[in-house]
């Protein structure tokens, strides 16, 4: 799909499917974002090019096969930092053409080390018709300051205030240090647009705290899949992960013992989840011997990482999804 130069969009079938806020207003709706959210892996071609053919039948594996209605595109998990700008809005565009009638919410990670770029694809996220776009903080030359932070996410939320906007804390990749509850104080006076945080971390009790502090119309989102039953403990509204790609099933299964009070049932799944990834660690799990899982499990042939992550070779890929099956019981030990 291809935007006006006045910023319209051109493609009416979608942008009318995507219309639940109203840009004269610029007031984001409050439909909240929970459930399983896939953050979803970028297709490369052989060498190495976005490969968007992929996304249509990526959309109907995720719906059909997984049980998900959500995604979070061009995060880490899509190498959003690895791609260009052009790159990354046509993956946007993508997701939400074949998203339209099957995805509930398609949010598009935006952030960029420059805030330009961050602003460019958080006005195009919102001409394209995205559900909601992420920013992740900014980790070459970094900010020194919770306050400081808050003024960059401020300038990108601004180029897109119909949006709703989520923090994304991930600080194991941007190597910030911040606590997110500090982040979050205050957040709503500069952002009116904010609606919550993605939380890849392992610090639950700053978790928590940001929990306490946030008012129902925020969705806080945890993002370690292998310990997601301890965040729902602490409040979490749902989860993003890479592992929905391919776990989804199981894992909405997780959620649905949470909500019944089934706590044994959720710490089985849990800890089914926790020895697949536990068992891939041993093997040097990264991004790139995720995406090759993934393409194992769904036989969607999403391609190679991009330099400078290495390709996972098939047969440890295999073994992997091997595993995988067998602690899901759907293959014999
Ligand atoms: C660093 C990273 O990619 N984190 C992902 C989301 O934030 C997670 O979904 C992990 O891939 C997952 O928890 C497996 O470790
Ligand atoms: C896991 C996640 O949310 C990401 O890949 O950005």
Redesign the pocket.
């Known amino acids: 799909m291809r935007l006006s130069s006045h910023g319209k969009c051109l493609n009416p079938e979608v942008c009318a499917f995507r219309t639940h806020t109203n840009p004269l207003m610029a007031t984001p709706s409050n439909r909240k974002l929970t459930g399983l959210v896939a ?1 979803t892996f970028t297709p490369l071609t052989p060498q190495g090019d976005v490969d968007v053919s992929l996304i249509g039948p990526y959309v109907d594996y995720l719906v059909e096969q997984q049980g998900v209605r959500s995604v979070f595109v061009n ?3 899509g190498e959003g930092l690895s791609l260009s700008v052009d790159e990354r809005k046509d993956l946007a565009e993508e997701w939400c053409l074949r998203g339209k009638d099957k995805l509930e919410q398609v949010i598009v990670h935006v952030g960029c080390l420059s805030l330009k770029d961050s602003q460019e694809l958080a006005r195009h996220a919102a001409e394209t018709g995205a559900d909601g776009i992420a920013v992740i903080a900014p980790s070459f030359f970094k900010p020194s300051s919770p306050d400081t932070l808050r003024r960059f996410l401020q300038e990108v939320a601004a180029a897109a205030p119909e949006l709703p906007f989520y923090y ?1 804390h ?1 600080p ?2 941007t190597g910030l240090s911040m606590r997110a509850c500090e982040i979050l104080e205050g957040i709503e006076d500069s952002i009116p647009s904010f609606r919550g945080l ?1 939380f ?1 971390g392992g610090d639950l009790m700053d978790f928590g705290q940001c929990v306490s502090k946030c008012p129902p119309h925020w969705s806080l989102l945890y ?5 997601l039953l301890s965040a729902l403990v602490m409040g979490a509204s749902g989860a ?5 790609n391919y776990l989804g099933n199981r894992v909405s299964s997780l959620l649905s013992a949470f909500d019944e009070g089934d706590l044994g049932k959720a710490r089985t799944i849990q800890f089914q989840i926790q020895d697949i ?1 536990s068992y ?2 041993k093997q040097g ?1 990264d ?1 790139a011997v ?1 995406k090759q899982l993934m393409c194992e499990v769904s036989g969607l042939p999403l391609g190679p990482p991009r330099l400078p992550l290495l390709p996972c070779s098939s047969p440890r890929a295999q073994s992997l999804a091997q595993r995988l099956r067998q602690v899901l019981g759907l293959q014999k030990m």
Do not use: P, R
Request: aromatic content about 12%; overall charge negative; charged content about 10%.
């Open positions: 953050a995060g880490t998990t994304y991930i194991a990749m993605k890849s993002g370690v899949d292998e310990q993003v992960g890479s592992t929905y990834i891939a660690v799990f991004l995720n």
